[in-house]
């Protein structure tokens, strides 16, 4: 049995930046910047990357296999339904959702909301929940835990497609179905942005990996600090526009 498994999601066929899930950040594919960090959270037992069984996903896979790092491709549209069967193979007790669109995923904040989940004895903890409810860790730190027993009824369970699509709804859509824990930052910074959708996020993060290298370990709190000292920084994507949960994806996933 393993104890916690981090699923980081990743698909080709993102909808306003295809392939951007291997696209270079300072050396490394964005994809690789997500598993550094992921590795360094002390929380986390085991990663494997989901990718779905579509052929523009072959890559993610051959990337994987060249690397060594465990790989599981399962549907394309329904991620519950992959998240489902790429855990069973670990038997974990908790599982972790990265995606892989957040290449500066803080370990400490995984660590911390491992440890809600832990300590708390909740079925679900995360950094966020999307719209309507409100966010206050900046856009690109978000982490979901869940044990696997409420995965696995979220796979039985769970009709719509948003809940099959963004994995975890089903926990909190209905208040009183299961025991949650959202973790709150005072002051707030969730007008933030620090993850990648567009070109100009990609350029962001490009920017801040830049201002850091060669360091793979920097927190979010410093990168807090730096775009504190240059703000203009974060004129580089402040017209894009932030999706929810809500906004469906026809090809699948949220990747």
């Known amino acids: 049995m393993t104890g916690t498994l981090a699923i980081i999601q990743a698909r080709m066929s993102s909808s306003r930046l295809p392939g951007k899930v291997l696209m270079d950040i300072c050396g490394e594919p964005m994809l690789k910047r997500v598993i550094e960090r992921v590795h360094l959270a002390k929380s986390i037992d085991q990663i494997v990357v989901a ?11 051959l ?3 060249k690397h060594s790092l465990n790989c599981f491709r399962g549907s394309m ?18 599982v972790a959702r990265i995606t892989a669109d957040c290449p500066v995923i803080d370990p ?4 911390a909301t491992i440890r ?16 309507p409810f409100h966010r206050t860790y900046p856009i690109g ?41 959202i973790l709150n930052h005072e002051p707030d910074y969730g007008s933030l942005r620090w993850t990648v959708d567009t070109a100009e996020d990609l350029k962001l993060i490009r920017e801040i990996y830049q201002r850091f290298q060669p360091r793979i370990d920097f927190g979010w709190e410093e990168i807090l600090q730096l775009v504190e000292r240059e703000p203009e920084l974060m004129q580089i994507n402040s017209a894009t526009r932030h999706k ?3 906004d469906v994806d026809t090809r699948g996933g949220s990747e």
């Open 141 to 181: 730190l978000d982490v979901e835990v869940s044990t696997f027993a409420a995965l696995k009824r979220a796979w039985q369970e769970a009709k719509t497609q948003a809940e099959r699509e963004h994995v975890f709804p089903y926990l909190y859509d209905e208040p009183g179905r299961f025991k949650i824990h």
């Open 51 to 61: 990718t779905s069984t579509n052929p523009t996903d072959d890559e993610i896979q």
């Open 77 to 94: 549209q329904d991620v519950l339904d992959r998240y489902y069967y790429a855990a069973s193979g670990y038997d974990p007790k908790w």
């Open 63 to 65: 990337w994987c296999e």
């Open 244 to 246: 929810n949960y809500m």
């Open 116 to 131: 809600a989940c832990v300590e708390k004895n909740v079925d679900f903890t995360a950094t966020r929940l999307p719209p």
């Open 108 to 111: 400490g904040l995984i660590n």
